[in-house]
């Protein structure tokens, strides 16, 4: 029996090699038996997300000590009084992993971002910023939309702000896919943080948790 209940996050993740990878937050409604759980359909910027029945998914289940990954498809929705779930079968393959430090959430921030090289004086810096777009972002990384091609394992410069306040970091490629999505941003980049000031880790942690605060309670 899987260790999840009413109310245990979870992650909703479609990945696909062509298209690129979305995230969702959202909860658990009911284990209904072994092989389904009903999950309250996920929002972003106030509106629900539509989750095909054609896809293949990843839940992730933030358990007591351990999140629960399977790879499952949609079966249908249900309409309440209260609101929308999203009924998933969990047949299919699944493994048990430690629990991240941090917790990701959809959502969209502006940024720019730049390749990096070193100077005459031996240090890291930008040569030429570029528009992009955090798709989702986590403590420890972030999914970046943009027009611009760089290489996995670059190190590249990234700035933007949340809730006004500016913020500057450092960050290396480790995959690249592309982005049917949108063709003003045909590149689709998992980049995760280098030397992330722990205070700077802090106000995401914070600015993540007043997102996901704000889209359950728009959900209610």
């Known amino acids: 029996m899987l260790s999840i209940s009413k109310g245990t996050p979870v992650e909703i993740s479609i990945t696909d090699s062509e298209r690129g990878e979305r995230t969702y937050t959202s909860v658990v409604e009911q284990l209904l038996d072994n092989d389904t ?48 779930y999203t009924e998933f079968s969990l047949k299919g393959d ?9 917790f990701r959430c959809a959502c969209i921030v502006p940024a720019s971002f730049s390749q990096s090289e070193f100077n005459d ?35 590249v410069f990234l700035t933007f702000a949340l809730d006004d306040q500016k913020m500057t970091a450092l960050g290396e490629v480790r995959r690249k896919s592309k982005n049917d999505y949108d063709r003003n941003f045909p590149f689709q980049y998992g980049v995760m943080f280098v030397g992330l000031d722990r205070n700077d880790q802090d106000r995401i942690v914070g600015f993540l948790y007043r997102q996901q605060t704000e889209q359950r309670r728009q959900d209610l």
Not at 56 to 71: M, P, V
Not at 94 to 102: A, T
């Open 37 to 84: 759980v009903l999950v309250r359909t996920p929002t972003l910027k106030g509106e629900r997300v539509v989750l095909p029945t054609t896809e293949l998914y990843a839940l992730k289940f933030e358990c007591t000590d351990e999140i629960d990954i399977h790879r499952l498809s949609v079966i249908r929705y249900i309409e309440e009084s209260d609101g929308q």
């Open 94 to 102: 699944w493994k048990r992993s430690h629990k991240r430090d941090f």
């Open 121 to 155: 004086s031996g240090a890291l810096v930008p040569v030429g910023y570029k528009d992009g777009i955090i798709k989702d972002l986590s403590g420890g990384g972030l999914v970046l939309v943009s027009d611009f091609e760089v290489s996995n394992g670059s190190l």
